[in-house]
């Protein structure tokens, strides 16, 4: 599940915008983190990332809002899910 931040196109049919004011900080490791990393500044995300105890913290944060095209409904839902868990506000329009 990868989407990049984009601005709404004729082919997309739902729109997920979502933001995140204050710096978040999420645990994570090798290959998982690095593709938690690599989603997030693909979204437009401030990240910053560190190492100690044999695991990355991942910090990110997004002030301003941004939005997502995507082709369907479930798919959007996905996103919402994903960023809300991630601590995201998030605004979805059809």
Known sequence: MLAKAAEP????????????EKWKTTHS???????????LKK?????????????MDVNYRCPKWQQ???KSHEEAHQ??????????ETKHAH
Do not use: P, Q
């Open 68 to 70: 997502m095209a995507l």
């Open 43 to 55: 979204l437009r995300c401030e990240v910053k990332v560190g190492s100690h105890g044999g695991h």
């Open 29 to 39: 490791e090798g290959e998982k983190a690095d593709k938690l990393v690599g989603t």
């Open 9 to 20: 196109n004729t082919a997309a049919k739902e729109l997920v915008s979502y933001r995140l």
């Open 79 to 88: 996103w919402e899910t994903w960023l809300k868990k991630l601590g995201f």
